[in-house]
């Protein structure tokens, strides 16, 4: 066996394929940018999907693990912007209207990883209608528990006071602010080395949503970059949509603790 058919390299070396006629040079940066990404995308599910496992399993050392695996991908995603911000407006134009109504919109893998990290919306799976595996996924992981689930039951196992209602939802509904829970991080944030692998948790999660928001914000950037105010591909609004999208937030009760920690409660 070669380097090359392990890696498949004949198969994922030949998935380019630009449609700019004539023959647009930049088009090939556009395609590979994307396709490196959903790769990642595919990685980072697979390791969150396993850190939901151990945490399910109460095994938190090797949950750890995969969600710090899960940060250097957020990082490698985050820099692959600055290589798309090298595309001006000019070469972006000569072939843009040959994505015709495809869009990043209709990631599934990227809405697979927000439903899994909590921001559950049923109203996009209908979204991909037109494929029906993906399609199938997406209502699974929304009926499934989230990661940030999860730790929830861990630290209701651990003796934590987690109410009931957070332990017995449906899940498919996105996350609501739980001052209780609030409640029960100011209690882990107090007294830091008597919980130290809940709190490294917390912190990892904190790091993973600030993780997700330099993503969100520098694709917003980017886009602005070379489309400016112009709606995007496939129907979106382009910049106010994803401006909007930075006010989402994965685990509230993680930033609304620290506003207790300041005011010394």
């Known amino acids: 066996m070669s380097y090359g058919d392990y890696l498949g390299l004949d198969q994922l070396l030949s998935a380019q394929h630009p449609l700019a006629q004539p023959p647009q040079h930049d088009e090939l940066l556009f395609i590979i940018q994307h396709q490196t990404s959903e790769l990642w995308l595919k990685l980072v599910l697979h390791e969150l999907r396993a850190a939901r496992a151990n945490l399910q399993a109460d095994e938190l050392g090797a949950a750890l693990k995969q969600l ?70 997406l209502r699974t992981l929304l009926h499934e528990p989230s990661l940030y689930d999860a730790f929830v039951a861990l630290l209701a196992r651990r003796g934590f006071d987690v109410p009931g209602e957070l332990l017995e939802r449906d899940w498919s509904q996105p996350w609501v602010r739980s001052d209780a829970l609030v409640e029960v991080f100011r209690l882990v944030y107090a007294d830091p080395h008597q919980h130290w692998d809940v709190y490294e948790t917390c912190e990892e999660l904190v790091d993973l949503e600030d993780n997700f928001q330099l993503w969100r914000f520098r694709h917003l950037k980017t886009v602005e970059r070379i489309i400016g105010s112009a709606p995007g591909t496939g129907g979106s609004s382009g910049v106010p949509f994803l401006r909007k999208a930075l006010e989402l937030t994965f685990f509230p009760e993680l930033y609304a603790v620290r506003g207790r920690i300041a005011q010394g409660e």
Do not use: C
């Open 68 to 137: 710090a695996r899960v940060k250097h991908i957020q990082s490698t995603l985050t820099e692959q912007w600055s290589v798309l911000a090298t595309l001006t407006p000019s070469e972006y134009a000569q072939f843009r209207s040959f994505l015709a109504s495809s869009s990043g919109f209709q990631s599934y893998q990227y809405r697979a990883v927000e439903f899994l990290l909590g921001n559950k919306n049923a109203a996009m799976v209908p979204v991909f209608d037109h494929d029906p595996q993906a399609q199938e996924m």
